[in-house]
């Protein structure tokens, strides 16, 4: 592998984007930040977080037989803000999917936006075509959530960034039955300073499990004179304790690059918020939005992710100490 902290580790896909609002069924603003899966028939599902035009969000899904093309895409919304539920006042956005073999369901993460801002809810399904709400598990403002795969310690076990007056940081909480939720635990904290991910950080796709531990994809947040930039870094955590981190990457490993990540309606993001695992357990195929316009896809080995990790480490512990902006 090469020293190089800037060496290519995601390859995006000649065909990005690989979705776009033109193609949508019905009229539509956006299309980005989806959630994704492989289905038992080896079907790519991405639950697309989708903005009409009124700039309210909801959930649609495309499925792909390879997951790069031919999408055959729900011909009316899959998953609409519900009348009876206040805290989705606002819309429905940005899914993590994760599949609970103990449940034999998909349990999705998802912001609700309420009046009162973003907060976390959870749904589960075996379809994708009927849903269960349960409803409002973290309170605003809260985002960028999902769920381990199975039970740490006998509980079930929630990642996820609340706003506090630390800061934007990623923390973790266990609950017996998913709907009552305790035992907090700061997960990975934003750096200070001119770090890439210095002040505000967030989950971006479910955890990896690998026989090193839990590897984490997180994006980061660099305020600049020209605005926000979005990047993605990695972290690993304990396989028995995932609060705790074992290794931290010290630069970003994915940035906006293209011209459909530099431009849109927020330039200079990209943001996963999905991947599927090949049957290799090594192929990462991460979904993207970019630009919060359109969804791409870049492919990755976890292996070189955690080989990458273990030579780039972050600097001394104490420059990643939560504390307010400076």
């Known amino acids: 592998m090469s020293d190089n902290p800037c060496a290519t580790l995601f390859e995006r896909h000649p065909q990005n984007p690989i979705l776009t609002a033109a193609q949508w069924p019905y009229a539509v603003n956006t299309v980005f930040n989806p959630g ?7 079907t790519t599902l991405l639950l697309c977080r989708v903005e009409d035009r009124r700039g ?11 997951g790069v093309d031919g999408w055959i ?9 519900a009348d009876d539920h206040p805290e989705e006042a606002w819309g429905i956005e940005d899914p993590r999917i994760t599949y609970v073999a103990e449940l034999e369901q998909h349990v999705i993460a998802y912001t609700a936006y309420s009046r009162a ?5 959870l749904a589960t399904t075996r379809d994708f075509v009927h849903f269960e709400r349960h409803g409002s598990i973290m309170m605003p403002e809260d985002k960028d959530a999902a769920l381990f ?14 706003m506090s007056p630390l ?27 001119a770090w890439w991910d210095a002040n505000k950080i967030g989950l971006s796709t479910p955890l990896i499990e690998t026989p090193e531990g839990w590897l984490m994809i997180y994006h980061g947040v660099r ?20 609060e705790r981190c074992l290794l931290r990457g010290d630069s970003w490993v994915f940035a906006p690059e293209a011209t459909y990540e530099r431009e849109g309606d927020v330039g200079n993001v990209v943001f996963p918020c999905g991947l599927t695992l090949g049957p290799d357990k090594d192929t990462i ?6 630009g919060d316009t359109c969804i791409g896809l870049a492919v990755a080995s976890a292996r070189a992710l955690l080989g990458w990790l273990k030579t780039h480490r972050e600097l001394p512990a104490w420059q990643a100490t939560p504390g307010t902006n400076g």
């Open 73 to 81: 895409i729900d011909a009316a919304p899959t998953l609409l803000p």
């Open 167 to 193: 800061g934007a940081h990623i923390w973790m909480s266990y609950s017996p039955d998913l709907l009552h939720w305790g035992n907090h635990r700061l997960m990975l904290a934003a750096r200070r300073g």
């Open 223 to 242: 305020q600049t004179a020209a605005g926000c930039v979005y990047r993605i870094g990695l972290a690993l955590f304990d396989r028995e304790a995932p």
């Open 56 to 66: 309210l969000s909801h959930l649609c899904a495309a499925r792909s037989a390879n």
């Open 36 to 42: 994704a899966t492989r289905l038992s028939d080896g």
């Open 117 to 121: 801002g973003p907060g976390v809810s």
């Open 149 to 162: 795969p199975c039970r740490i310690d006998g509980h079930w076990a929630l990642v996820h960034r609340p």
């Open 285 to 290: 195929h991460l979904y993207y939005g970019a």
